[in-house]
């Protein structure tokens, strides 16, 4: 086609001087009126057809993740492709062979075909190293859109990414995408959210001793996330880690943040989504030696508007303790989460299976604030009822001093307050 558009065009400018020098004046107007009719058949044959579609993915967080698509259909003669296009493929390829992975751990990543592993390293990159429009190895911007999550969740450290914008190209029989992220801060904001984010991860790790436990670790960045946040809907990035950091957030934000410094203080961790109770939530798995359980930050934090800072009803928790109240989104492997040995109350010594006055008599003498967990119903209704009504317990408190106590019916937990 481009060919016979320059064929045609070099013809009409003969055309025209041959006009101007032998054709009378008479006769000049009718050839600009053919002039006229080839150029507007010339534009037609060459116009580039465009449209911006603006793609909904649904997210099990509640928000949509943002594609943005631009389409353009382009006919060129035996598909060859453009002196552009040639020279996108080559920047891809050599962004193929030189993206490197971080070091935690990528759990949505080690689970994809190899295939999907290649659009996730792509992706990575052109969001990690703020590149333009670039080629990726697939033309479905759904499948986009599913793995942007998936590195997303991978990598609370791209806190800065809004969406991703597609734009397919069709030339003759070969289609192609290109992928570039759209970002919600500036460079110097993005700057000063790194430097922000790295004190908080070192206010963090200033409680964290090179001597502890995995477990003990895990437990002081719960203890951390849940201290340091107040959960407030539309708070600004909160979908993100940097919400967090700047003290309001939302789940996701929330699940971010765990995760974010368990991968700095070597922890095997993982963004998980799905509902509670109903509601679209994020939430986390993470590895404590070599035990996979869940916590939950942000219900971790539902109880400082009765004077706890932590409900420890919501770390280490296994996948039958936690289906009471959570569901995972379908779709996805996860690692199995079978045990409860990880879990706060049970390593604490604070779970009873049967009502025993020793242990409260003894916890109630330290008259410091506590929590314990009760394995069921029937344990639980009687610690209410002892706590309540028994002389005992009365005098395990001490002369001239006062306990109020509160109780969780959905996990059996019971909360004292001197």
Not at 30 to 57: G, H, N, P
Not at 316 to 338: E, F, K, R
């Amino acid at each position: 086609m481009k060919k016979k558009i320059i064929t045609l065009l070099s013809s009409l400018l003969l055309l025209l001087a041959f006009v101007y020098y032998f054709v009378p004046d008479e006769q000049i107007n009718e050839y600009a009126k053919l002039f006229q009719m080839e150029q507007a058949e010339v534009s037609e044959a060459a116009e580039t057809d465009r449209e911006t579609i603006k793609l909904q993915i649904p997210a099990s967080t509640g928000e949509d993740t943002k594609i943005q698509e631009s389409q353009s259909r382009e006919e060129t003669e035996g598909g060859v492709r453009t002196e552009a296009e040639t020279e996108a493929g080559e920047k891809n390829a050599a962004l193929l062979s030189e993206v490197k992975l971080p070091g935690h751990l990528l759990y949505y990543y080690e689970i994809l075909s190899d295939e999907e592993k290649s659009l996730y390293r792509e992706l990575y990159a052109i969001m990690a190293d703020h590149m333009e429009y670039t080629n990726v190895g697939t033309t479905d911007s759904k499948r986009v859109g599913q793995l942007m999550e998936y590195v997303l969740l991978d990598n609370p450290e791209l806190f800065y990414i809004d969406s991703l914008k597609t734009q397919t190209t069709t030339i003759g029989s070969n289609v192609s995408m290109a992928v570039m992220a759209e970002e919600n801060m500036t460079e110097n904001e993005q700057n000063t959210a790194k430097a922000n984010i790295e004190n908080y991860k070192n206010v963090c790790f200033a409680n964290i001793r090179s001597d502890m436990s995995d477990y003990e670790k895990t437990l002081s960045i719960y203890e951390y996330v849940v201290t340091h946040l107040k959960y407030i809907k539309g708070a600004p990035y909160n979908q993100s880690l940097y919400s967090a950091v700047l003290g309001e957030s939302v789940c996701r934000g929330y699940a971010c943040a765990f995760k974010y410094l368990c991968d700095e203080a070597g922890i095997d961790c993982i963004v998980v989504t799905g509902s509670m109770q109903g509601e679209n939530h994020a939430w986390n798995m993470v590895r404590i030696d070599g035990i996979w359980c869940q916590v939950d930050c942000t219900a971790g934090d539902d109880l400082e508007d009765v004077g706890y800072a932590v409900d420890y009803s919501w770390f280490g928790g296994s996948d039958s303790y936690m289906q009471a109240t959570h569901t995972l989104s379908g779709g996805v492997t996860l690692p199995a989460a079978d045990s409860m040995a990880n879990f706060y109350y049970v390593r604490q010594g604070l779970y009873f299976d049967s009502y025993d006055f020793e242990k409260l008599s003894a916890l109630l003498g330290t008259g410091c604030n506590f929590s314990f967990q009760c394995a069921n119903q029937a344990v639980y209704d009687q610690y209410q009822y002892e706590m309540s009504n028994s002389q005992d317990v009365a005098r395990a408190i001490g002369q001239g001093k006062s306990v109020s106590y509160m109780g969780n019916g959905n996990t059996y937990t019971i909360y004292v307050e001197f």
